[in-house]
T-cell receptor
């Protein structure tokens, strides 16, 4: 009974390609997040959706576009991938005023 | 802008050797300070939330405390299975587009040798 799940676990691709990462939570939470963890393990927020509405949009290149088809899903689409996009991407979710729970991460490697 | 600094960056302990990890923060209106544990190749696992200075929480060998400027994660008689990266994060009080946003420190890598 996975709480926050992400697919794929690993993603290896060439520069210039477009790729998507999917996230699903079965906790009934109404807010979901995308974080990026760089090679130094520093976690930084990218986006947040609350009930399918974008509420946090940090300084992220517009090649990154989140999409929330419903409140249980938050996908991340990345266009024209660059070497610097290589990182681990984590999805998280929470109920209002509650704790954020993280998914297992997607390791993206751009060659 | 909210800021979190953790120290030390890495800590090596012998099994049974108690110690503390530090998390210093600056935040506009603290709504919560969070401790997470992260094992290699996995997502952060929630440990504690602290909301106000003076608050303490415990779980097994871990105890988290909070002051107005910093938090400590005390580890008593650690075991090798406590080896992990420990992350501290704060949620500030600004509403609107900062709703629920967590600002993380860089983490402390803890290694406990048997």
């Amino acid at each position: 009974d996975t709480a926050v799940s992400q697919t794929p676990k690993y993603l290896v691709t060439q520069m210039g390609n477009d790729k998507s990462i999917k996230c699903e939570q079965n906790l009934g939470h109404d807010t979901m997040y995308w974080y990026k963890q760089d090679s130094k393990k520093f976690l930084k927020i990218m986006f947040s959706y609350n009930n399918k509405e974008l509420i946090i949009n940090e300084t992220v290149p517009n090649r990154f576009s989140p999409k929330s088809p419903d409140k249980a899903h938050l996908n991340l689409h990345i266009n024209s991938l660059e070497l610097g996009d290589s990182a681990v991407y984590f999805c998280a979710s929470r109920v209002a005023g509650g704790t954020q729970y993280f998914g297992p991460g997607t390791r993206l490697t751009v060659l | 802008e909210d800021q979190v600094t953790q120290s030390p960056e890495a800590l090596r302990l012998q099994e049974g050797e108690s110690s503390s990890l530090n998390c210093s923060y600056t935040v506009s209106g603290l709504r919560g300070l969070f401790w997470y544990r992260q094992d290699p190749g996995k997502g952060p696992e929630f440990l504690f939330t602290l909301y106000s200075a003076g608050e303490e929480k415990e779980k097994e060998r871990l105890k988290a405390t909070l002051t107005k400027k910093e938090s400590f994660l005390h580890i008593t008689a650690p075991k090798p299975e406590d080896s992990a990266t420990y992350l501290c994060a704060v949620q500030g009080g600004a509403g609107g587009t900062s709703y629920g946003k967590l600002t993380f420190g860089q983490g402390t890598i803890l290694t406990v040798h048997p």
